[in-house]
């Protein structure tokens, strides 16, 4: 079974920048597509962006033009580059298979504010 340890969260502020790591462990193959969630409070958890194991990369509206998918596949690791971040963009972030879902990681915590 694959397990997923997101990192590289943290409090930034309205229009800053952040880097999230997503390192995937305990599988002996390499997941066709791999996505990064997202869940704010109170809301339901959200795919923000996905990306093929050839790096064809699709997003959700809300972050597209923003965040950047990216992965790392020698390393078993997607990334995903967080620029102009908004208040609305606070939530904690996942990574995972896309769509066949494996067990959830920890999260990381992204929190905007001024």
């Known amino acids: ?19 999230l790591s997503c390192a995937a462990s305990g599988s002996s193959f390499t997941i066709y597509v791999m996505g990064w969630y997202r869940q704010a409070p109170g809301k339901q958890r959200e795919l923000v962006a996905r990306i093929t194991i050839g790096g064809s990369t699709n997003y959700a509206d809300s972050v ?3 965040f950047t998918i990216s992965r790392d596949n020698a390393k078993n690791t997607v990334y995903l580059q967080l620029n102009s971040l908004k208040p609305e963009d606070t939530a904690v972030y996942y990574c995972n298979a896309v769509p066949n879902l494996r067990a959830w990681g920890q999260g990381t915590q992204v929190t905007v504010s001024s």
Request: no cysteine; hydrophobic share 25%; proline share 5%.
């Open 64 to 66: 597209k033009g923003r």
């Open 1 to 19: 079974q694959v397990q997923f340890v997101e990192s590289g969260g943290d409090l930034v502020q309205p229009g800053g920048s952040l880097r």
